[in-house]
């Protein structure tokens, strides 16, 4: 082989030792640990059908939801699965890929946080229950996703503008459903009240 092949050969293993001690080394835990705020919500709303089941009211009524309070539990979780990631790294770009990797986990677990984690644990308290008079505009029944199940649905409009919930579709049960197809009040009298994070609980239904 002549010298200019050698020079080459040791330029590419300069090159290949260079980029290898420059590449970031990532344990295997970091992932784990990076999946935690996803992982967690779904965790606890397993817990709390397996605790509480339908003990705690979780109806949440259109115009109250907990989309931010599901942010703020979606943050808290990203910075302590964060915290706990980059506990053992030492290298700049490895936190930052620490932090990159639970920030989009927290968003995958953001709705589960709001549907699923907080509704349960907002109907641990009610407060401050009222009757909010509102017209029935229409009913509907809707089929859950790969499944056979049954959804339904009652489209509400509240009578006065000031009321503490608004309008929209309501789940309600097949009895209430089909109480309401039988005989299509015109209008229908909402219970609801105030849970432990704010949110306005529907707690029944009643013809007027």
């Not at 979606?74 to 990159?100: G, I, M, N």
């Not at 946080?113 to 029944?141: C, D, F, K, Y």
């Not at 509400?156 to 039988?182: C, H, M, T, W």
């Not at 009298?189 to 239904?205: E, N, W």
Request: charged share 15%; with cysteine.
């Amino acid at each position: 082989m002549d010298r200019s092949g050698l020079v080459s050969i040791d330029c590419y293993a300069w090159w290949m030792k260079r980029t290898s001690s420059q590449r970031t080394a990532m344990p295997q835990s970091l992932f784990v640990k990076a999946v935690l705020p996803f992982a967690a919500p779904i965790l606890l709303t397993f817990a709390l059908v397996l605790l509480v089941g339908n003990h705690w009211p979780r109806d949440i009524a259109p115009g109250s939801g907990l989309k931010l309070a599901g942010l703020i539990a979606t943050a808290a979780t990203a910075f302590v699965a964060w915290r706990y990631s980059a506990a053992q790294l030492d290298e700049p770009k490895a936190c930052k890929f620490a932090a990159l990797l639970c920030a989009v986990t927290a968003l995958l677990g953001w709705p589960v946080w709001s549907v699923g984690v907080l509704p349960s644990v907002n109907g641990a308290i009610v407060r401050g229950q009222s009757t909010v008079h509102m017209t029935l505009e229409r009913t509907e029944v809707t089929h859950a996703s790969k499944s056979r199940k049954l959804y339904y649905w009652a489209w509400l409009k509240p009578d006065q503008s000031d009321a503490v919930i608004g309008s929209g579709r309501y789940f309600i049960s097949e009895d209430v459903y089909n109480r309401l197809e039988k005989t299509s009040p015109a209008t229908v009298k909402v219970t609801v009240g105030q849970g432990l994070l704010g949110a306005r609980i529907v707690l029944g239904y009643d013809q007027r």
